[in-house]
């Protein structure tokens, strides 16, 4: 499907890569996000591009001219179609794993981000905490515990059709909060973990008809069932959650 994709990074070892697809209602904006609109992504670019990183963003919307008006060596930008059978916060997962199927021997590390909501603020990559576990999965967390209203809601669906959904949830009902806005680690790790989730996905989430998209359901699903013991999440991953810490700089990425 994607046999039009063609990487324009190079020989790149350490990336971060990022989703905005259009024309769909936005479950997190509650309205149809408009095509075209780089600055929705702009401040994410800048802030990959200014560490000297590598990104990657997929999209569906962003024109020749848009894409001219603003050049960025340090950022390869990827049409790609949308299948609206899944929802963009869902399908992003099918891209990260086919572009990896592809790519993955020309890379070392990775993160998977949002777009319109996070910034990268220090190199991830030579971090000690990073270095020093590379068979870790990072990720974002919230100032929540699994088990609050919103997944509750937001799981209605999986649990529907996963006949072990409900028990996991009662397992690690009073763990942290997973968020999955922000994922990474070494490729050899990250391949995977991306593989099984998109499968989690087709299997169970491909005709999810609720108001919620079941990505953080079935990320949080994921982590604690199969990757529990190489989770790290928090500080210095992340900043607090929606806390708005415009101005802290010792974390990793700042997400809202």
């Not at 070392?108 to 971090?127: H, I």
């Not at 013991?229 to 010792?250: E, I, S």
């Amino acid at each position: 499907m994607l046999n039009q994709l063609d990487f324009t990074g190079g020989e790149a070892k350490d990336l971060i890569m990022a989703c905005q697809i259009t024309g769909v209602y936005d479950v997190n904006r509650n309205e149809n996000v408009q095509p075209d609109d780089y600055s929705l992504i702009k401040n994410w670019v800048e802030s990959v591009a200014d560490l000297g990183l590598n990104g990657v963003v997929f999209h569906n919307n962003f024109s020749d001219d848009t894409l001219q008006k603003h050049p960025n060596e340090k950022i390869a930008f990827i049409e790609v179609p949308h299948n609206q059978q899944y929802n963009p916060n869902v399908y992003r997962y099918f891209l990260y794993a086919e572009f990896l199927k592809k790519y993955a021997q020309n890379i070392d590390n990775l993160f998977v981000t949002d777009v319109s909501d996070v910034v990268a603020v220090l190199n991830p990559f030579v971090q000690p905490l990073y270095v020093a576990n590379p068979n870790a999965i990072f990720c974002g967390d919230e100032p929540k515990i699994l088990a609050n209203d919103w997944m509750m809601d937001h799981s209605t669906h999986l649990r529907s059709n996963m006949a072990d959904y409900a028990l996991y949830e009662a397992q690690y009902c009073n763990e942290t909060l997973l968020n999955c806005g922000i994922i990474g680690g070494n490729v050899k790790v990250m391949q995977p973990f991306i593989s099984q989730l998109w499968r989690i996905h087709q299997q169970y989430n491909s005709h999810n008809k609720t108001n919620y998209t079941g990505d953080m359901g079935a990320f949080n699903y994921l982590a604690r069932t199969q990757f529990g013991t190489q989770l790290k999440h928090g500080a210095p991953v992340n900043t607090v959650f929606k806390a708005y810490q415009n101005d802290r700089t010792d974390c990793w990425f700042r997400h809202k």
